[in-house]
């Protein structure tokens, strides 16, 4: 296994951030979703949600540390990183001007068998989002496959 | 000093084709079969995108911005889109219907690679009812194909639906129950 073993359990420090409606608008312009829950106070504050909420995939723009999590801790070699599954759970909506925890953890590592690269390197890491009272946003789970250089 | 107002389809420049039409509510429990299938076809993949969705997600990863590493290095022929960008369309063809109506759970794999030039189109298939605590769930089998019909990203969701406030409704079947207060 060309991953450092030792990479297992490691993780990045809590940091905390202010969501920023301008982070929410770059993220709707490149997937050129534009729900206006997610981009309109008015209409959001006349729905159900109460306000302007992020999209599903918002956690996925918090990756303060990941790229050092993974090069230092794990020794990937960032060009053979293939993306496999990600389990995102929610508990409470984001919103702008929330302040947000957010910390991602190395969970699992191992080997396994691909259809496609015969076998491969994989790692999993816990992405984990709380508000400044301490409970749980969202918690996603991703699972990654390094390639073997040939 | 104080902050303009400018409307979202301005600040952003929405196309007129992108601009999504408000709801008043999100749909019900009760309205929604096992079976119901949704469609969302989303335009071709461009390169600017995917660097666009690099800058947003701060994956800055050569595999989708530095065609050489990409190609030399990587070994994958070129650049190809970040799995969490078909996701997030992914997403769309739920929240789009959902509306208001808040997911609990969401998930894909991303099956094959997108390159730039590749369109998916996001599809989701209701799968299942159930009531679980307080909450009534709806799952949904999820995911997108791509313009040659491969599956490029396939999972599942889970989104929470409140049912109607119960009421005496005019196609009572068994009217004389109701004149006995059999139901009151």
Not at chain 2, 55 to 66: I, K, Y
Not at chain 2, 140 to 151: D, H, S, T, Y
Request: a negative charge.
């Amino acid at each position: 296994m060309a991953l450092k073993q030792s990479g297992l359990g490691a993780e990045t420090p809590w940091t905390k951030s202010v969501v920023m409606q301008r982070q929410i608008d770059m993220l709707c312009n490149c997937v050129e979703d534009y729900n206006p829950l997610f981009l309109d106070e008015e209409i959001a504050e006349a729905s159900a949600n109460k306000g302007v909420v992020a999209p599903p995939t918002f956690i996925n723009c918090f990756r303060d540390y990941k790229t050092m999590l993974l090069i230092s801790e794990l020794g990937v070699d960032m060009p053979m990183l293939l993306h496999g599954e990600q389990v995102i759970h929610y508990y409470k909506p984001v919103r702008p001007g929330d302040t947000v925890w957010q910390r991602i953890k190395i969970v699992e590592m191992g080997r396994k068998k691909s259809k496609t690269y015969k076998e491969m390197d994989y790692f999993v890491v816990l992405i984990t989002m709380k508000n400044d009272a301490g409970e749980k946003l969202v918690e996603a789970t991703q699972f990654f496959f390094v390639r073997d250089k040939q | 000093m104080e902050e303009q107002k400018i409307s979202y389809t301005k600040r952003l420049a929405v196309p007129e084709k992108h601009v999504v039409e408000p709801k008043n509510e999100g749909p019900y429990f009760e309205d929604v079969e096992v079976g119901l299938e949704l469609e969302l076809k989303k335009p071709p993949i461009t390169r600017l995108q995917i660097a666009h969705f690099a800058t947003a997600s701060g994956d800055l990863n050569p595999s989708h911005v530095d065609e050489d590493i990409a190609r030399d290095i990587g070994k994958m022929g070129g650049i190809f889109a970040h799995g969490m960008l078909g996701m997030g369309m992914v997403g769309q063809v739920l929240t789009d219907f959902l509306w208001d109506r808040p997911l609990r759970m969401f998930s894909t794999r991303a099956t094959i690679i997108v390159r730039p030039g590749d369109s998916l189109t996001c599809f989701a298939k209701v799968t299942r009812k159930w009531c679980e605590g307080d909450d009534n769930l709806v799952e949904f089998a999820c995911g997108a194909k791509n313009q040659r019909g491969e599956i490029t990203h396939e999972g599942k969701a889970i989104a929470v639906l409140p049912h109607r406030q119960i009421a005496v409704h005019d196609n009572l079947t068994q009217p004389y129950l109701l004149q006995h207060r059999v139901i009151g």
